[in-house]
């Protein structure tokens, strides 16, 4: 994982997708899987993290991209799986948000 840092030129992702309580761990097992694939698959996967909510309904993906261009590869990688069981099974139990970031302050403690 590149350090969050405002000097180096990664793009980050940050997705979060809703689901009913009882089905996020396989919303999470899914996400993961399609990381996995989106690393092997997708040259400029620096990174992905996930978190899951505690009342159970959002898991939240924060992934790294070397840059802009690598992150449009694994956008458009999705889009042409997009008939794989894997998405299709996510996107019957999981309502998206995606947004894409860059660093802009850091504090620490």
Same mark, same amino acid.
């Given at each position: ?67 802009? #261009?690598?992150? !449009?590869? @694994? &956008?458009?990688?999705?889009? /042409? ?5 894997? +998405?299709? #099974?996510?996107? !019957?139990? @999981? &309502?998206?948000?995606?947004? /894409? ?5 850091? +504090?620490?403690?």
């Amino acid at each position: 994982m590149i350090p969050i840092s405002q000097n180096n030129d990664v793009v980050t992702t940050i997705n979060t997708f809703t689901f009913e309580p009882e089905k996020q761990q396989r919303g999470l097992e899914l996400l993961v899987e399609i990381a996995r694939m989106l690393q092997m698959e997708v040259p400029g996967f620096v990174s992905a993290n996930f978190h899951t909510s505690v009342d159970g309904t959002r898991v939240m993906s924060y992934a790294q991209y070397s840059s802009y #261009e690598a992150l !449009q590869a @694994a &956008t458009a990688k999705v889009f /042409e799986k997009a008939d794989t069981p894997l +998405l299709v #099974e996510l996107r !019957q139990i @999981a &309502t998206p948000d995606s947004r /894409e970031y860059k660093v802009r302050a850091i +504090l620490e403690g």
